[in-house]
Nanobody, 124 residues
Framework: QVQLVESGGGSVQAGGSLTISCAAS????????MGWFRQAPGKEREVVAT????????HYADSVKGRFTISQDNAKNTLYLQMNTLKPEDTAMYYCAAGLRPLCGLLPVFFNYWGQGTQVTVSS
């Protein structure tokens, strides 16, 4: 089993930056893919970015391309999401997820484990 704990969320002014983290515990070899999702009140959960744990290959939602960067620190078993040039529309609860399938999917259904989330609020 895999346990995920997010941290680093907070409030920031538009145009600012913030980096959130996801500490993972369990067997890292069982997770082929990890990702960040976000959900704003009244909206569906959507993918932000995904990364293949083995190759490091990444995918980003069009809305965050060029602004966000997903990365992993294998030694610390931690996933990161660096967020730059934040916009008010980025305001949401951000969730870390891990998938056991050999291929990364872009929908929540493809991920098996989830963290409790960390809130990111961007003011204008």
């Amino acid at each position: 089993q895999v346990q995920l704990v997010e941290s680093g969320g907070g409030s920031v002014q538009a145009g600012g930056s913030l980096t959130i983290s996801c500490a993972a515990s369990g067997n890292p070899y069982t997770s082929y893919c990890m990702g960040w999702f976000r959900q704003a009140p009244g909206k569906e959960r959507e993918v932000v970015a995904t990364i293949y744990t083995g190759s490091g290959s990444t995918h980003y939602a069009d809305s965050v391309k060029g602004r966000f960067t997903i990365s992993q620190d294998n030694a610390k078993n931690t996933l990161y999401l660096q967020m730059n040039t934040l916009k008010p529309e980025d305001t949401a609860m951000y969730y870390c997820a891990a998938g056991l399938r050999p291929l990364c999917g872009l929908l929540p259904v493809f991920f098996n484990y989830w963290g409790q989330g960390t809130q990111v609020t961007v003011s204008s």
